[in-house]
């Protein structure tokens, strides 16, 4: 740009300054045209006088004195002719102001030219001595009828040109001057410049002029610079045409070169100006844009020093200060994280370790301070640290160490022991994390240390309850999983065997239903101590494990043993368990019936192995209980045959594969049905009907009961329509409920909606409960019951003998009917026992006003033994066996 501009601005002045020169020229020019007109009014002036015929007059003192009259006239006016004078023609001059004067002028160029014909004749400047000025002749013919006659002789002053200059000069320091063609001064403004004495001025003229001059009489036009009197200046020359002379215009430099130079101060302000602005600009613009950079990179720079007190404050709009914003948001958020970060490092718990794995320089002084520690007493090195881990711990501890370094895990959490300076052991979380150089080499590790001794303590403590038993402290079912697991990996690692026992108590819910559950938890902790004391009589290892599984069952572990060695231990815990138990003040016989199962034959993993010892103690029991059995594939075949039952089941009740056989009860006097058992048959597509007690528990176990139940009840209620639309009078019919069914929420709901579809009145139907039914959830059992009477269902209870056969129970239940176990009957007409059991439940039904029902009656001898003993109802194959709907209907008819 500078450089652009100053081309420009020197272009622009070389064409001003060449316009300045022009003008000067023009000037010079107009000054000698100025002055040749205004020498040629003179001359022509003087022509025309010379004309005048009073010139011509023989007496040439008339003449002359007409040429003064002319004089003084012209005088008056502005004339620089100072004199007139005429001239004969031998070259005598007589003066028209005085004729005494009379001079020879003859010789004289301008006579002669005269002489030669010219019409007009100029002498060259001189002084006038007589006059005292500057003078310039300038002589005409006069002629007379076409002859030369007389010279007309004009003297022309110069003093009024040199007055003239002034008006001329250039600007106004400028000056204007005329110099003939030898250099004498002919006009100038100054008069002590004109020569005066006659001296050749030339010589007074400065050189620098005196050169102008030459070149001006060579050329006649041009221009010179120069100095004179100390000032610079410029001078334009040109000839004035009708004189030798040359007319010089001056210019003051100073004032001549002042528009120039005042446009180049001007111009040179302007680009000094635009530079100091285009710089200033570009400093503001360089400044916006990286001074706020500057800052953040200050910023930056304090942040990665640590400091990250100072707010980013930069308040741009552009890209820049959004790169601030971010900034300042991210040195908040670092600065909250830190903040929480110390918060945390300061906690009460917690403490941060660091690691510089080269130069094995562990740093953990509030680990030291948490454990009770002064800082020297442990050096910062990882093995001072190692020394107070638990021994038991260190090994895992180094492992998992090595790991994490190696980068095998990808975190680093640990928990283990560390010794205090009072002595006792801290539990500490390690959690760390790996610096790694760009190799993968770890050079430097971090992370925190956490006391969690209470919660340790307290996992311990829960792992406790949660391993042990709390009533009898043995290992629960959970823990003994776990042994068992254990038991097997070993085994298979070693080729070993072992045994599994499974006790289960005989007839414990009896006791514990009628004793209650204090005596119940005394006598499982009686039962679980002479357990381990026959076990550990046989058993001489210490391997040996006993666990309560549940309930009143126990599994024992029996490492190494099998055949008869592992029988004999199922022996001696049976028979321990013969001898009578007391507690408080009852003498408890109690039995148990034992599952045996030996691991790898009955099973190479814990699910099959306790499943099938499972299956040897229930055929234990069906084989008469205080027995063992050993597991073989038969008993799970049985077993299996069981599953199979229940996953059937499930499509059986959707493909409606059950149906209902009914059974009636009969009035023993008049021998007519007074009411019929709904008793359900599974009718498998493959194996044809199945009875309840192949299915009945297994779909009680698995819930499915509920659902059958209510099959039951909605297709007793509905089939009832059936015998009643044949105009009988009515007849109830009686459903059977399981156990756990009494408890159902919605089973009043269930029998009030059958009851009300089929418009059955609710004193035609009876549920069948069982004692132990009705024992095992008493409160609940009377609450439903209660509900079930206050909307008229009538109430049985079944197999009476069996179980508890309380009187007490009894007198509290709100029962119609008490139906006596079908046991008795077999032997009843032979067995006084069973016949006095017989006799006293029904004696018992007759006290508490209630229909006592005979069930299993299967000859004419027992019905008339009944008959006699005063039971009104009977239910027995001797009538009918339980039959389908309309072979009860054609019965019934
Ligand atoms: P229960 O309630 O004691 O039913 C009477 C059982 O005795 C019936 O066996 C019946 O066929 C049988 N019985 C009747 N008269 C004689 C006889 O003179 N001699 C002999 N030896 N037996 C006789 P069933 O039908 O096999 O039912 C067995 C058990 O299945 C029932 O015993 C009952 O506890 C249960 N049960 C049957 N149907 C249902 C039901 O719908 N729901 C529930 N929860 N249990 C049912
Ligand atoms: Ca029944
Ligand atoms: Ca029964």
Known sequence: FVIVSIFSVHQFIQIQTQQLYQALEQQAVFNSKYINERLNAHVEKIQLISQKSELQDEDIYAALAHLNQLLIDIKAGETEIVTFGLMDLEGMLWEAADPEIITYQGYTDWYQAVLRGV????????????????????????????????????????????????????????????????????????????????????????????????????????????????????????????????????????????????????????????????????????????????????????????????????????????????????????????????????????????????????????????????????????????????????????????????????????????????????????????????????????????????????????????????????????????????????????????????????GFKVINDTLGHPVGDLLLQKVSELILQAVSNTVNNSDSAVARFGGDEFVILLPNRKGEAALGVAKAILSALTAAISIDQYSLNISGSVGVAFYPEHGSDADTLIKNVDMAMYKAKEDGKNRYRLFSPEISAVANKKMEIQSNLVRALKNREFILHYQPIIDAVNEKPVAVEALIRWNHPQKGLIPPYDFIPIVEESGQIINITEWVINTACHDSKQWRAQGFKPITVHINLSPKQIAQDNLIDIISNALEENKLCATQFSIEITESTAVENWEQTLKTLAELKSIGVKIALDDFGVGYSSLQHLKQLPVDTLKIDRFFMFNCTADQRDQAIVKAAINIAQSLNIVAVAEGVETAEQLILLKEMGCMHVQGYYFSKPVPLPELLALLN
């Open 119 to 506: 019409p007009i004749a100029f002498s060259e400047v001189g002084h006038s001595v007589a006059l005292g000025i500057m003078r310039k002749v300038v002589v005409a013919p006069v002629y007379k009828d076409g002859q030369l006659y007389r010279v007309l002789h004009a003297r022309v002053g110069l003093e009024k040109l040199s007055g003239l200059m002034p008006e001329l000069k250039f600007g106004e320091k400028g000056r204007a001057f005329i110099l003939d063609e030898h250099g004498i001064m002919v006009a100038h403004p100054s008069p002590d410049l004109l020569l005066v004495d006659g001296t050749k001025e030339s010589e007074k003229v400065p050189a620098a002029v005196a050169v102008a001059l030459k070149q001006a009489v060579a050329e006649k036009t041009g221009r010179i610079y120069y100095t004179f009197r100390g000032v610079d200046s410029i001078l334009a020359y040109h000839p004035i045409p009708l004189t030798n002379w040359i007319m010089f215009t001056v210019a003051g430099g100073h004032e001549f070169y002042a528009p120039i130079n005042n446009l180049i101060t001007t111009l040179a302000a302007i680009i000094s100006g635009a530079v100091f602005l285009l710089l200033f600009l570009g400093w503001y613009i360089a400044g916006k844009i990286t001074r706020p950079l500057e800052g953040l990179s200050v910023a930056a720079g304090q942040m990665s020093q640590g400091d990250l007190s100072n707010a980013i404050t930069v308040t741009a709009r552009d890209e820049t200060g959004q790169l601030a914003r971010v900034f300042e948001q991210m040195r908040l958020s670092l600065k909250e994280l830190i903040e929480r970060y110390q918060l945390a490092v300061e906690g009460a718990s917690d403490a941060i370790w660091d690691w510089d794995i080269a130069n094995n320089y562990f740093y953990f002084p509030r680990t030291k301070q948490m454990l009770g520690y002064e800082d020297h007493e442990l050096d910062n090195t990882i093995e001072a640290y190692n020394r107070i881990i638990h021994p038991e711990d260190l090994w895992s501890v180094e492992k998992q160490r090595a790991l994490f370094l190696a980068g095998k895990n990808k975190s680093y959490t640990l928990q283990y022991r560390v010794k205090s300076k009072s002595g006792h052991y801290i539990w500490i979380l390690s959690r760390g994390n790996v610096v790694r150089d760009a190799t993968g080499k770890p050079l430097r590790a971090a992370g925190s240390h956490t006391d969690i001794t209470a919660a340790k303590e307290a996992e311990i403590k829960l792992d406790q309850l949660a391993y042990f038993d709390q009533l009898t402290n043995l290992p629960n079912r959970f823990n003994l999983m776990r042994a068992l697991n254990n038991l097997i990996n070993n085994a298979q690692e070693n080729k070993d065997y072992f045994t599994v026992l499974l006790l289960d108590l005989d």
